[in-house]
């Protein structure tokens, strides 16, 4: 991943490929690409690391083609070189990609049985070979990729460019974005309509599970299943691609259905998804030398360190302290020189974590910011950076920030397991494959918007609502009632559901939603015996669970959401998505602007 483009037009195109990409630097990236066709063959140029390279590298060798398609690439499988670098080209077509197949392993294996021979460290090799594949069984371009792509597991947004084909691109999205535009005897792909601002204004956003053949006079989208489709075609303003909502009404669900494309972004940065590691971490102390973590943050950031601290406690046996950090700056807690304080916020602004970072120094302890600004106070005062690459936030109630909060925290935990020998290589394993797979259960999860969208309704008649969990859940049910309250300004409140019997259970009645977030895991049962103390005061239960957990809970309830089963690790990452969505639609639904509610900064830059 990161960036993608493609133009079917009326000159040559690789010039316009390249400012393109330029306008998706953004997001971050190593190496990028061009491909056109020149006389009808394909031909592509790439370099390693920034676009200058590659202007460079086509002011010497230009391509001539009046269609092609170009990428900008932040390395998942493989080193940031050329050779990985996108678009990846067979002698029948070339295609770049954003996201993680996650079972390109299998795939690969399986052409490798058939003597297919793999010049790259990727998993978007494997989609190159796989529809080549199928073209030499006589399939044409369009039905070879409409036969790969229920093969691929994973989230990901494709763009493809056919050897003899002067008229034809065909592109795909599941859990990442892709856009298409429109001109006049021309037609774009883009993985964000930023990059086609210079081209049109006229914008269709391609759904989850969509694929499109597009050629100069036009496009033809077809659903996940193959059935015909037709989608809205919307009308951009100049200047509204800086901050554009896409084919959403809110920047706050943008930034939900972004969560499976940023995550993607952020695990490609922490992860060796070949060979199934954490990558080694810029620490600025050893792991294995220390006693205690002490955490600060505010807000969501701070309910994304209770999860951490879960985390850390669990994979690396290393204890941890978290405050809040407008108390951690002034309860003068005693930190050992030398030892660590973690500091987490999404814009590296917030007065109160910095403080709380300023503190530690003081005490002569190493700091180390989770931040989604690298060019941030907190950034730059910080002995090392753990960056989390959400990207731009706008929505004020954070959601994808703090999903890569959680990303970034647990592979650090990861990581402090096997520098304290606490956490076995083959443990090690199952967690980085269960990373790998988040994307793509993220777009899983999102599927349920519909039934939570409808739930919202029943929510939104509250004037209470409570959240329960236990583990790694209850910070998330505090995380749910938070979203709630800020966005739709009902009173919520998240407890662990152990706590239930300690003051909270006198608040059930008849009216009360109850929250309950519960994987089918090692302490469901528990939980469900609160639900049953919820029933039995005639509490109105929302389950969130798996499918075992739904038929394990045994109760009725006004509503059960099933989310995909998951590895006990990552299911805060999973069962985020429909407390976001459940906030977000009952804000809806009410009235209120969720982007912008009331009283509320998107950094709070003072005490």
Request: charged share 25%; hydrophobic share 45%; glycine share 10%.
């Amino acid at each position: 991943m990161c960036g993608i483009v493609g133009i079917l037009g009326k000159s040559a195109v690789a010039g316009q490929v390249v400012d393109s990409l330029k306008r998706l630097e953004y997001r971050g990236y190593d190496s990028a690409g061009v491909a056109t066709l020149e006389h009808g063959r394909l031909t592509r140029r790439r370099a390693e690391g920034k676009l200058v390279n590659l202007e460079l590298r086509l002011s010497q060798e230009p391509l001539s083609g009046t269609i092609g398609i170009g990428h900008t690439r932040w390395a998942t499988h493989g080193r940031p070189n050329e050779i990985n670098a996108h678009p990846h080209a067979t002698d029948r077509l070339a295609v770049v990609h954003n996201g993680i197949i996650e079972n390109f392993r299998e795939l690969k294996a399986e052409l490798e049985a058939k003597g297919v021979r793999f010049e790259t460290e990727t998993d978007t090799e494997v989609v190159a070979q796989l529809v080549t594949h199928e073209m030499r069984g006589d399939k044409g371009p369009a039905e070879a990729v409409a036969a790969v792509l229920p093969r691929l597991r994973g989230a990901f947004a494709l763009a493809f460019l056919f050897d003899g084909e002067e008229n034809l691109l065909i592109g795909a999205r599941r859990g990442s974005p892709l856009a298409i535009g429109h001109g006049d005897g021309e037609m774009y792909l883009g993985s964000d309509a930023l990059a086609l601002a210079p081209f049109t204004d006229q914008i269709t956003y391609m759904e989850e599970g969509d694929w499109a053949v597009l050629s100069r006079s036009g496009v033809e989208i077809r659903t996940a299943e193959g059935a015909p489709v037709k989608r809205q075609r919307q009308q951009i303003p100049t200047g509204a691609y800086a901050a554009d909502k896409g084919n959403h009404r809110h920047f706050m669900a943008k930034e939900i259905y972004e969560q499976p494309e940023v995550v993607a972004r952020t695990l490609a940065h922490y992860i060796d998804m070949a060979r199934g590691r954490v990558c080694p971490v810029d620490m600025p102390v050893d792991f294995a030398r220390l006693d205690r973590i002490s955490i600060a943050a505010c807000g969501t950031a701070y309910l994304a360190g209770m999860v951490g601290k879960y985390w850390f406690e669990r994979f690396a046996r290393l204890p941890v302290e978290i405050d809040v950090a407008s108390e951690f700056r002034y309860r003068e807690a005693p930190l050992e020189k030398g030892g660590l304080t973690l500091v987490i916020s999404q814009s590296g602004e917030t007065a109160d974590t910095l403080a709380s970072l300023r503190y530690a120094k003081q005490c002569g302890q190493n700091v180390l910011a989770v931040v989604n600004v690298p060019t941030s106070t907190i950034a730059r005062e910080s002995t090392a950076v753990a960056p989390t690459l959400a990207g731009i936030e706008v929505g004020v109630a954070s959601t994808k920030a703090f999903l890569c909060q959680l990303t970034v925290l647990l592979c650090l935990a990861v990581a402090a397991g096997r520098a304290r020998g606490t956490l076995s290589a083959e443990d090690e394993r199952g967690i980085v494959d269960a990373l790998i797979g988040v994307p793509g259960l993220l777009a899983e999860a999102l599927k349920g918007e519909r039934q939570i969208e409808v739930l919202a309704r029943e929510i939104a008649k509250a004037t209470d609502v409570l959240y329960l969990g236990r583990g790694t859940s209850y910070p998330l049910a505090m995380e749910g009632a938070l979203k709630l309250k800020e966005i739709s300004y009902i009173h919520a409140e998240g407890y662990a559901a152990g706590e239930l019997k300690h003051g909270p259970i006198a608040l059930i009645d008849e009216r009360m939603p109850v929250i309950v977030i519960a994987p089918y895991d090692a302490v469901f049962e528990k939980t469900a015996s609160n639900m049953q103390e919820v029933a039995a005061r005639g509490g109105r239960i929302v389950l969130l669970t798996d499918e075992r957990g739904a038929a394990e809970a045994g109760l009725e309830t006004l509503a059960t959401v099933k989310l995909p089963e998951v590895h006990p690790a990552v299911a805060p990452l999973i069962y985020t998505v429909p407390v976001q969505l459940l906030a977000y639609h009952t804000a809806v639904f009410m009235g209120k602007d969720v982007d912008q509610p009331r009283n509320l900064a998107k950094s709070v830059t003072v005490e």
